[in-house]
Nanobody
Framework: QVQLVESGGGLVQAGGSLRLSCAAS????????MGWFRQAPGKEREFVAG????????LYADSVKGRFTISRDNAKNTVYLQIDSLKPEDTAVYYC?????????????????WGQGTQVTVSS
C-alpha cells in the first residue's frame, strides 16, 4: 500500500511562492505517474499538474501554466510543486496522487493513491 504525505502549505501573500512536497512510501515510486490536484471551498477537485515516472514529461492545467512547476526526485521518493506568483484564487487544499500505470493526466478517477492534502491560503 502506497502512502503519500504532503507538506509545505501555509499562509502567504499574493505574489509569493511556495514549494509543496509529497513524500511517498510503501511502493516503487519510480514506477508511478504522479499528479497534483486542488480543491477550493465549495468547488470540485481540479487537476493542477502531472508528471510521468521519469520526470521527462509533464502536464499543466491552463490556469497554472507559467506559474506552477512540477518535478520529482525518484531517489527521495518525492514529488514537488513549485508555486510562484500566488493569487488568492490559488487558495485550496492541495493533494498529490499516484498512479501505478504511469498515468499523469487530469482524470482524478485514474489515480490509485491519494494523500491527505496540505492547505494553501493566499491573502490579497
Amino acid at each position: 500500500q502506497v502512502q503519500l504525505v504532503e507538506s509545505g502549505g501555509g499562509l502567504v501573500q499574493a505574489g509569493g511562492s511556495l514549494r509543496l512536497s509529497c513524500a511517498a512510501s510503501g511502493g516503487t515510486f519510480s514506477d508511478y505517474g504522479m499528479g497534483w490536484f486542488r480543491q477550493a471551498p465549495g468547488k470540485e477537485r481540479e487537476f493542477v499538474a502531472g508528471i510521468n515516472w521519469s520526470g521527462g514529461q509533464s502536464l499543466y492545467a491552463d490556469s497554472v501554466k507559467g506559474r506552477f512547476t512540477i518535478s520529482r526526485d525518484n531517489a527521495k521518493n518525492t514529488v514537488y510543486l513549485q508555486i510562484d506568483s500566488l493569487k488568492p484564487e490559488d487558495t485550496a487544499v492541495y493533494y498529490c496522487a499516484a498512479d501505478r500505470g504511469d498515468n499523469y493526466g487530469a482524470a482524478a478517477y485514474a489515480y490509485d493513491y491519494w494523500g491527505q492534502g496540505t492547505q494553501v491560503t493566499v491573502s490579497s
